[in-house]
C-alpha cells in the first residue's frame, strides 16, 4: 500500500506549557488547554482550512508579498476572463497592471503597499506616456487585484480600502496625455481601402458599416444567431459587451445586408459565417480582423483606421437623419435602464432604421 506523501497534522500536547499543539507547515499553532473542547474545535478549524486550501493554510495577509500576490491572482484571472473559450482582453490590461506592481514593489509586503505605492506606479504610467483613461484603468486593475487579495485572506482589508483614496485622474486636471477622439472613417477611405482587401473581410467591413455592429460582433455571427423570418433579419450574438449587465443585444440587417450575408449563410449553423483562408485559422478574431484592414491601408498607402471607426461612421449617418435616440438604439448604446414599453418602442425603430438604411 503506497505511504501518504502528508498525513493530516496530529493534535498533541505540549509538555512545557501543557498547551495542545498542532504542527503545520513547520509552524507550531498552539490551540488552548490539552483535551478540551475549545482546543479541538481551533484544531478542527485550523485542519479543515488547510484541507481546503489545498493542504497548506491561508496566508492572514500579514506576510504576503506583492509577488505572492501577483502570482496568485495571475493565475485566478486566466481562469476567470475568459469567454467563449478564449481569454477576453481584459486578461490583457491585468498583464499590463500586475507587470508595473510587480517591478517596482514585488519584494514589499502587500500589507506595506498604500496609497503613495500605488500613486508611484500611476506616474511610471504617466511616464510611458500612458493616456489618463488607460491610466485609469490599469491603477482600477491592480486595486481588483488587492480587493481578490483580501476575499482569499492574502491581503489586510485596511489595505484595500485606504488604496480605493487614490482618485482616478480627471480630465484637464494633469499633463497626462488625452486619446484622441475615435472619428468615423469616411467612405472615400473605405473604398479606397477595400480594393486592397480579399474579399471575405471587404464583407466584414461592409456589413459591420450597414448594421453598426462591434468588430467583435461580426467576427462572431453565425447562421444560427440570425432569424431570418421577417423582412428585416434580426442577429443575436452569442456574447456582447453588455451581457453581464443582462441587457440584451439585438442587431438587424436590411436588404443590403442580407445580400451580403446570404453567400456566407451556406455553411454549419453553429460555424462562423467569415472564415479566413489562411492555414490554421477557422475564424477571424478582432486583432486580425483590424490587421487585415491595416494591411490593406498599408498597401494603398493611407493612413491607417480601426474597424470601430465603421461603427462611429455609421452613429454619425442615423444620428443625422434619425436624431440621437435612434442612433443609440440602433447601435445598442446604453444610458439608463427603461421600462419595457420602451423598449419594445426602441426596437421597432432600429427595424424601421435598418430597413431603410441597411
Not at 12 to 23: E, F, I, L, N, Y
Not at 181 to 196: H, N
Request: glycine share 6%; aromatic share 8%.
Amino acid at each position: 500500500m503506497p505511504r501518504l506523501t502528508k498525513l493530516v497534522p496530529t493534535y498533541r500536547k505540549h509538555k512545557a506549557s501543557g498547551q495542545a499543539v498542532v504542527t503545520i507547515d513547520g509552524k507550531d499553532h498552539y490551540l488552548g488547554p490539552y483535551r478540551t473542547k475549545a482546543s479541538k474545535l481551533e484544531y478542527d478549524r485550523l485542519i479543515g482550512e488547510w484541507v481546503q486550501n489545498g493542504r497548506k493554510l491561508p496566508c492572514n495577509g500579514s506576510d504576503t508579498t506583492i509577488v505572492e500576490l501577483v502570482a496568485a491572482y495571475w493565475q485566478f484571472a486566466q481562469g476567470y476572463y475568459v469567454k467563449n473559450g478564449r481569454p477576453t482582453d481584459e486578461l490583457a490590461g491585468i498583464k499590463v497592471a500586475l507587470k508595473y506592481l510587480k517591478a517596482g514593489y514585488g519584494s514589499t509586503l502587500a500589507a506595506k503597499f498604500g496609497p503613495l505605492a500605488l500613486k508611484a506606479i500611476r506616474q511610471k504610467m504617466i511616464d510611458a506616456n500612458g493616456s489618463r483613461p488607460y491610466v485609469n484603468q490599469l491603477i482600477g486593475r491592480i486595486r481588483r487585484c488587492f480587493r481578490w487579495g483580501v476575499e482569499n485572506e492574502m491581503v489586510p482589508v485596511a489595505v484595500h480600502q485606504a488604496l480605493g483614496a487614490v482618485a482616478g485622474i480627471t480630465k484637464g486636471k494633469t499633463e497626462v496625455r488625452e486619446n484622441d477622439p475615435v472619428l468615423p472613417v469616411d467612405q472615400a477611405t473605405v473604398d479606397v481601402t477595400i480594393e486592397k482587401l480579399p474579399k471575405t473581410v471587404v464583407d466584414m467591413v461592409r456589413l459591420q458599416r450597414l448594421a453598426g455592429m462591434r468588430p467583435e460582433e461580426v467576427c462572431m455571427i453565425r447562421p444560427a444567431d440570425i432569424d431570418r423570418s421577417g423582412d428585416v433579419w434580426s442577429y443575436t450574438p452569442q456574447s456582447h459587451k453588455m451581457e453581464h449587465k443582462d441587457r440584451q443585444r439585438m442587431i438587424y440587417f436590411g436588404p443590403q445586408a442580407q445580400v451580403i450575408l446570404t453567400h456566407y449563410l451556406l455553411r454549419a449553423d453553429d460555424q462562423v459565417c467569415f472564415v479566413p483562408k489562411r492555414k490554421g485559422a477557422d475564424e477571424y478574431s478582432t486583432r486580425s480582423y483590424r490587421d487585415a484592414i491595416h494591411r490593406a491601408c498599408d498597401r494603398a498607402k493611407i493612413e491607417r483606421w480601426n474597424p470601430n471607426q465603421l461603427r462611429h461612421a455609421t452613429a454619425t449617418d442615423i444620428r443625422k437623419r434619425y436624431g440621437l435616440e435612434a442612433a443609440q438604439v440602433t447601435l445598442g448604446h446604453s444610458s439608463a435602464n427603461v421600462t419595457q414599453i420602451y423598449a419594445e418602442r426602441d426596437l421597432q425603430k432600429a427595424v424601421e432604421i435598418m430597413r431603410e438604411v441597411g
